[in-house]
Structure formats: structure tokens, C-alpha cells
């Protein structure tokens, strides 16, 4: 069975840094472009961050450019999203999710078919 896992979500103040992890177990990310999206209370879903399988690009929404990092790491077959300088505008349910395809990433959410459960971040003071 295909799962993806998060973790690495809690509860960080204004300024702070997390690192998410993506964890894959049953097939190997190498081959899959992998996205992450996050779901803020009474806000719709919203692609963040993605990195392509074909050559490894990454993409990023306007809103956290500059301050988020995605990358792979193949010998533990995970993804990471490294978030520094997180603002309140942050918080949310941060999700992964993979695509599989040799293609460059999109952070539209219709063409990824595996999910992972969602890991919550707060950031607050």
C-alpha cells in the first residue's frame, strides 16, 4: 500500500523555523514529483512548494518564496520543506502529496493522487 506520511508540525513563534518531513513507504519519491500544500481554517487549499522528478526543480508560491526550502533526500526516500522566518499567516494544516510522473511540478493539488494525512502548524506568540 502507498502511504505518505508528515511530520514535524507544532507550535513555533513568529520568526521561528520548522522542518517538515515526507516520509514515503511502499513505492520510492524518486519518481514521483512530490508537492506540498497546506489548508488554513475557512481558507481553501493552497499549493506552497513542489519539486519536480524530471530534474529536480522546485517551485514556489509567492507567498512563501524566500523563506521555504523543499528538497529530497533519496537514501531515507523522504521530502523536506524547510521553513524559516514563519509568520502567523502560516498556520495550517501542512500536507504532502506525490504525483506520479517524470514531469516538472505544478502547485495546482488535481493532479497529485497520493495524500498524506496532514501534519498542523501554529505559529503564535
Known amino acids: 500500500q502507498l502511504q505518505l506520511v508528515e511530520s514535524g508540525g507544532g507550535l513555533v513563534q513568529p520568526g521561528g523555523s520548522l522542518r517538515l518531513s515526507c516520509a514515503a513507504s511502499?513505492?520510492?519519491?524518486?519518481?514521483?514529483?512530490i508537492g506540498w500544500f497546506r489548508q488554513a481554517p475557512g481558507k481553501e487549499r493552497e499549493g506552497i512548494s513542489c519539486i519536480s522528478s524530471s530534474d529536480g526543480s522546485a517551485n514556489y508560491a509567492d507567498s512563501v518564496k524566500g523563506r521555504f526550502t523543499v528538497s529530497r533526500d533519496s537514501a531515507n526516500n523522504a521530502v523536506y520543506l524547510q521553513m524559516n522566518n514563519l509568520e502567523i499567516e502560516d498556520t495550517a494544516v501542512y500536507y504532502c502529496a506525490a504525483w506520479g510522473v517524470q514531469a516538472l511540478c505544478v502547485l495546482t493539488d488535481l493532479w497529485y493522487t497520493y495524500w498524506g494525512q496532514g501534519t498542523q502548524v501554529t505559529v503564535s506568540s
Open positions: 511502499g513505492f520510492s519519491l524518486e519518481n514521483y514529483v
